[in-house]
C-alpha cells in the first residue's frame, strides 16, 4: 500500500489527505447500503484518507455518513459538507439566505450526528441574497463553532476575489478554498482562478477528477458500458463521452498510462496531484472497488515529461464552457433544482 501525503489546505491549519472521499454517490447503486459505504470509509481511513466530502443535496449522503461515522472515526477526519439545497419553507427560500444557511446546517449536523463541521461550502453563488447576508450568516456560524471553516464551490474567480475583499473590509471569515470541477479533460480554472487561489493562498479541492467516469475509459472501448453509468445519462457529460478530441485524450493517455504500468484512472489522478496548487482529490465510485485501486498509487509521482506531455495533449480543453459553474454573475442550474 501506497503512502498517502498530506498537505496543508490553503492557509488553513488543517493538514489534509491529497485524496479525499467523495461521498456524493452514498445511498445510490452500488452504495444503496449502508454496509457498502461502511466498507468504503474503512478503506479510506486504513489508507489515509482524513477528509470526506459531501453536501446537504446528496440524497442520503449525511444520513449514512452519520451512522458510520462513530465518535472515534469523526475525531480522525476532517468533515466537509455544502449548503443549497431548500430543506425549508416548502422550498420557499433563497439558497444562500440567513433562514436557509442557518436551517441547513442544522439539519447537517443532525444528519451528520456531530455538533461541528470542518469546512462549510456555498455549493453555488446565489444570486437572489445580498453577499453580505451571506458572509455574515457563515460568520455567525464560525464564531457559534458550529463550522470552523468556510469555503466555496463552483464560483467564478471574480466571485471569490469580491468575496475576499468584503469579509476583509466587514471584519468577517473568509472563504478558505475553492472546490472545482477539475480533472485532464476539464482545464478553465487554469485561465483565471489557479492564479487567484495560489495568489491567495486558498485551498483547492479537485471534484469530478475522472470526469465523471469517462477517464476510466470505458466510453471509448469495444465493450458495451452499462447504460446506467453517469455519463451515459447525466446531460453535460453525455456528449462529451462522444466528442472527438476527448476520446483522442483518452486514447493516448491510455497508451501513456500503459507504458507506465499505470491504469488510466490511476493516471488521471496522479496528473492532478503533480500540480501543487491542487490541495486534494476528491474521489468519487458508484461501488465500493472504485476507490481502492486509486489509493495504491497515491505516493506515485509522474516524470516531469509525462506531466508536460499530458499538459500539452488537453491543452485545448482550457478554453471550454465551465462545467457546473454559475452561466453568468449567479448560476446555470435548471429552475427549482
Ligand atoms: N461541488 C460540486 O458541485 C461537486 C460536483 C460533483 C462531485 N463533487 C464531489 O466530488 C466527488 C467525486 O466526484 P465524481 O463522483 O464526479 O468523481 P469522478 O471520479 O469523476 O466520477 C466517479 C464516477 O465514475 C465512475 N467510475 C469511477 N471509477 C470507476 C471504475 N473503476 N470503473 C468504472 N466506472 C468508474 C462511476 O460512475 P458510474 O458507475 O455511474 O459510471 C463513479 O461514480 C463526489 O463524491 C462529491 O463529493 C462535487
Redo the contacts with the bound molecule.
Keep these: 500500500m501506497s503512502q498517502m501525503p498530506y498537505t496543508f489546505f490553503g492557509s488553513t491549519g488543517m493538514e489534509v489527505s491529497r485524496l479525499c472521499l467523495?461521498?456524493?454517490?452514498f445511498g445510490t447503486?452500488g452504495l444503496a447500503e449502508v454496509e457498502a459505504c461502511e466498507r468504503v470509509l474503512d478503506e479510506g481511513l486504513a489508507a489515509g484518507v482524513n477528509f470526506i466530502?459531501?453536501a446537504d443535496s446528496y440524497g442520503r449522503s449525511e444520513e449514512i455518513l452519520g451512522q458510520v461515522l462513530d465518535p472515534p472515526k469523526r475525531e480522525q477526519i476532517y468533515l466537509a459538507t455544502?449548503i443549497y439545497a431548500r430543506h425549508c419553507r416548502a422550498g420557499r427560500v433563497a439558497r444562500n439566505s440567513r433562514t436557509n444557511i442557518l436551517n441547513s446546517l442544522e439539519r447537517s449536523l443532525r444528519l451528520l450526528r456531530t455538533s461541528y463541521v470542518d469546512l462549510y461550502m456555498l455549493?453555488h453563488p446565489d444570486p437572489h441574497t445580498p453577499l453580505d447576508e451571506t458572509m455574515q450568516t457563515l460568520d455567525q456560524v464560525v464564531r457559534q463553532g458550529k463550522v470552523r471553516y468556510v469555503g466555496v464551490?463552483?464560483h467564478y474567480a471574480w466571485q471569490i476575489g469580491y468575496m475576499l475583499g468584503r469579509a476583509s473590509g466587514l471584519g468577517l471569515v473568509p472563504p478558505v478554498s475553492l472546490?472545482a470541477n477539475y480533472?485532464l479533460i476539464d482545464r478553465q480554472i487554469e485561465r483565471e482562478t489557479v492564479p487567484l487561489l495560489e495568489r491567495f493562498n486558498l485551498g483547492l479541492m479537485c471534484?469530478?477528477?475522472?470526469?465523471?467516469?469517462i477517464l476510466?475509459g470505458?466510453f471509448h472501448t469495444d465493450e458495451a458500458v452499462?447504460a446506467?453509468?453517469?455519463?451515459a445519462v447525466a446531460g453535460p457529460y453525455v456528449q462529451r463521452a462522444k466528442d472527438e478530441t476527448v476520446a483522442r485524450i483518452v486514447r493516448r493517455s491510455r497508451e501513456i498510462a500503459d507504458q507506465l504500468g499505470l491504469k488510466l484512472?490511476q493516471l488521471a489522478i496522479q496528473w492532478l496531484l503533480s500540480k501543487p496548487y491542487v490541495s486534494t482529490v476528491?474521489?468519487?465510485?458508484?461501488r465500493p472497488e472504485?476507490y481502492a485501486?486509486l489509493y495504491q498509487t497515491v505516493e506515485r509521482v509522474l516524470p516531469e515529461q509525462v506531466v508536460l506531455e499530458l499538459d500539452d495533449l488537453s491543452a485545448a480543453r482550457v478554453d471550454g464552457l465551465h462545467l457546473?459553474q454559475p452561466i453568468r454573475n449567479g448560476f446555470g442550474l435548471a429552475p427549482g433544482r
Aim: glycine share 12%; charged share 15%; aromatic share 2%.
Design positions: 467523495g461521498a456524493m454517490t447503486k466530502d459531501t455544502k455549493h464551490s463552483n472546490q480533472n471534484y469530478s477528477p475522472l470526469s465523471a467516469g476510466t470505458k452499462d446506467q453509468a453517469r455519463a484512472n476528491i474521489l468519487g465510485g458508484s472504485h485501486a457546473n
